[in-house]
């Protein structure tokens, strides 16, 4: 089969550097594409071709109403959309303007971020699982700024383990939130990034938004509150079920982590990874599993990750790269159970 779009307008940042753009369509949706003027004529099976032909439209509609792509935009959102035929070129480019993140407009670059994005939205605990650069803690943030903003919730709480200092930060200079702060410094970089440095400033001195360690949580109820876990694979079991059941009424929590990443003592077997075997068949939590082809930081970040993942099944070491959310929990054993990763639940939406 075969038909044709009119580009008029918008043909550079389409086709991409080194046609990267187009090349994408076209191994994403397995159809072949020819620029003919200012027509761009596809073949391929129908429905792959009906697709194909409705992303472009879309695309050349936008334009045509005055949107500007940057190529790196452009190319996340057409992965996106080559890859899950339930997503509208247009209302994935247009998501971003559905929420309020501060200073930012920002819609998902990958299947996977969609549907962390519409999980938060919609249950009260999320798991993000995933490798660095996914955009988990990212989104988490902007989507704390967006309830607190939109008064959804009163205030922020900001966690994450101190696992370098074993939480016994005494031995820091300084005051005790001079001590914690270097562990956090990812939590304020978001934060900086969604609003104004003095905004920040006056929600942390309102305590709107509080950032902490983990230890700090203990005997409290957080009510009316986005509730965000990040580096949660450095938790221990005791800490995670201790902040898991600080949750209180009106409330939102996101756990995020890495399993690949632990960094806790040998022996200790990780929160997260406790946590995704017990919790898999409770009603209400939602788990979205990110891979490398979420990664949207360098490109670069992409391949080392993938690499990591190759060399670990190549020697056999470190399973806990290649394990998804669907492998069953008999894999782990008692003398890997603090780094390897275990059975996690299938990803619910």
Do not use: W
């Not at 044709?4 to 594409?33: A, C, H, M, P, Y």
């Not at 410094?185 to 305590?207: F, G, I, Q, T």
């Not at 409770?282 to 990591?308: M, N, P, T, W």
Request: overall charge negative; some cysteine.
């Amino acid at each position: 089969m075969k038909a044709t779009v009119q580009i008029s307008r918008g043909v550079e940042s389409l086709f991409g550097t080194r046609d990267e753009n187009i090349r994408l369509i076209e191994t994403g949706l397995k159809v072949n594409t020819q620029l003919i003027d200012n027509l761009l004529e596809i073949e391929g099976d129908p429905d792959a071709v009906s697709r194909a032909e409705n992303i472009l439209e879309e695309y050349v509609a936008l334009v045509r109403e005055g949107h500007v792509f940057n190529n790196g935009d452009l190319n996340s959102y057409l992965r996106v959309v080559t890859e899950d035929p339930e997503v509208s070129f247009r209302a994935l480019v247009q998501s971003g303007r559905q929420r309020n993140f501060g200073k930012k407009m920002l819609a998902p670059k990958t299947v996977n971020q969609r549907r962390y994005l519409e999980a938060i939205e919609r249950n009260d605990l999320v798991f993000g699982v995933g490798p660095a650069g996914t955009g988990k803690t990212y989104l988490a943030v902007a989507m704390g700024v967006s309830a607190l903003l939109a008064k959804r919730v009163s205030r922020i709480i900001l966690t994450r383990p101190a696992v370098e200092a074993g939480e016994r930060l005494g031995f820091l200079p300084g005051t005790l939130q001079e001590k914690v702060d270097p562990y956090l410094r990812p939590l304020y970089d978001a934060l900086y990034d969604m609003l104004d440095s003095d905004k920040v400033e006056k929600l942390l001195e309102r305590n709107s938004i509080e950032v902490a360690p983990i230890a700090f949580m203990r005997g409290r109820t957080l009510n009316d509150s986005f509730i965000i876990l990040d580096e949660a694979q450095n938790a221990t079991p005791e800490q995670m079920k201790m902040v898991l059941t600080r949750q209180g009424f009106s409330s939102k929590m996101v756990v995020n982590g890495d399993i690949t990443q632990i960094d806790l003592p040998t022996g200790r077997r990780s929160g997260l990874i406790d946590a995704l075997d017990v919790l898999r068949a409770v009603e209400g939590i939602s788990f979205v599993q990110f891979d490398e082809r979420d990664v949207v930081r360098h490109s670069l970040v992409q391949r080392i990750v993938k690499a990591y993942e190759r060399y670990n099944e190549a020697i056999g070491a470190g399973r806990q790269l290649s394990l998804k959310l669907t492998e069953p929990a008999a894999e782990a054993t008692p003398e890997n159970s603090s780094t390897a990763a275990p059975a996690c639940p299938p990803t619910i939406i």
